[in-house]
């Protein structure tokens, strides 16, 4: 019970803290129905479902790594921007994981 407690402490942070959390979720709310709408099976939802989740729990690592290095180095350092920029980075990788796995997805039900 305590674990599920800190879960929620840790997403009420992350939208009290984080303006690109808030933004992501915002988006979640609405291609995640979106993606259960669009999505032609079970399996085709789970991926565009899922992919949309990937991205926040993405962001909540980053920001969780960003909350640490700031934390830890609050000047300037190599290896903590390097930090900063790979976290950045996966989010990156995430999101373009969601436009990758629609658009495979959806174009050729488009276009054809």
């Known amino acids: 019970m305590l674990a599920f407690r800190y879960s929620l402490q ?7 803290h984080e303006a690109s959390f808030r ?9 995640i129905p979106l993606g259960l709408y669009l999505g032609g099976t079970p399996t085709e939802r789970v991926l565009m479902v899922g ?7 993405t962001e909540l690592l980053n920001g969780s790594i960003e909350a640490v290095v700031d934390k830890t180095t609050p000047e300037f350092h190599e ?3 390097r930090a900063k920029d790979m976290g950045s980075a996966a989010v990156f990788v995430a999101m373009s994981n969601v436009v990758l796995t629609w658009g495979l997805l959806l174009l050729p039900r488009w276009l054809g």
């Open 10 to 16: 840790g997403l009420k942070a992350a939208l009290r």
């Open 23 to 31: 933004l992501e979720v915002q988006l979640a709310a609405i291609l």
């Open 51 to 57: 992919s949309v989740l990937l991205v926040l729990i």
């Open 79 to 81: 290896l903590a921007g």
